[in-house]
């Protein structure tokens, strides 16, 4: 089963315009993980927010983690057709038997016009 | 730096035939992973290993798969026999991780995709 659950499943934007993405979980988690998985390069890492941190940046992304919620999103700010790609939130499960193990959503797919 | 790389990258059997996949991870890297990929969902997590045993296979079908990690560093997942279910793109990740109470990102080879007709 799927601990993170994307919203939305798809997304269509044009160049120039922002990227909201949500990511929902069920359990209580050490930290969560963002990926970007495209055709050529397949699944990269892109960003970790621990359970203690509200919001974390790199580059064009910024992340927010709400663990009252269960809840996380990605913002891609100035989008760029190279963006078009699919986006997992990944969770690492709080659970000390879990040990270091993600669990992945659905996946956000995101295309960027240009 | 080198990735971790995977091979083969195509794989075409027939179903009841046996494949098999190898990974090789990124160097030092204590933990590697095999996930399995269905087309249009996210990866799911079969079998982790922690230098060269296995930490969480739970999620295993024992039944068909298998997968060994000799000496801590390369790892083979086999199918036998495969069933037209098992289609999709088995992903090899390592991470630093070396104990199992610190989180890691995730490094990800680009992937093996099995078609079983």
């Known amino acids: 089963s799927q601990q993170g659950e994307e919203d939305p499943q798809a997304l269509s934007i044009q160049e120039g315009e922002n990227a909201t993405m949500n990511c929902s979980y069920k359990?209580?988690?050490?930290?969560l993980q963002w990926y970007r998985q495209n055709s050529g390069r397949g699944l990269v890492h892109l960003i970790l927010?621990?359970?203690?941190?509200r919001e974390k940046h790199s580059g064009r992304l910024r992340v927010t983690l709400d663990t009252s919620k269960k809840s996380s999103s990605l913002l891609i700010t100035a989008s760029r057709a190279a963006d078009t790609a699919s986006y997992f939130c990944?969770?690492?499960?709080?659970?000390?038997?879990?040990?270091?193990?993600?669990?992945f959503g659905g996946g956000t797919r995101v295309l960027v016009k240009p | 730096e080198a990735g971790v790389a995977q091979s083969p990258r195509y794989k075409i059997i027939e179903k009841r035939q046996s494949v098999a996949f190898w990974c090789n991870p990124i160097?030092?890297?204590?933990?590697l992973y095999w996930y399995q990929q269905i087309l249009g969902q996210g990866p799911k997590l079969l079998i982790q290993?922690?230098?060269?045993?296995?930490?969480?296979d739970s999620q295993l079908p024992k039944d068909r798969f298998s997968a060994e990690r000799l000496k801590g560093v390369d790892s083979t997942l086999k199918i036998q026999p495969a069933k037209l279910e098992d289609s999709a793109v088995y992903l090899c990740?390592?991470?630093?991780?070396?104990?199992?109470?610190?989180?890691?990102?995730?490094?990800f080879g680009p992937g093996t995709r099995l078609t079983v007709t």
């Open positions: 990740a390592s991470s630093l991780a070396v104990s199992l109470s610190i989180s890691y990102e995730q490094y």
């Open positions: 990944a969770t690492d499960p709080a659970s000390k038997a879990a040990g270091n193990k993600l669990t």
């Open positions: 927010i621990r359970s203690n941190e």
């Open positions: 290993f922690q230098n060269n045993g296995v930490v969480d």
């Open positions: 160097s030092g890297h204590a933990t």
């Open positions: 359990t209580s988690i050490n930290n």
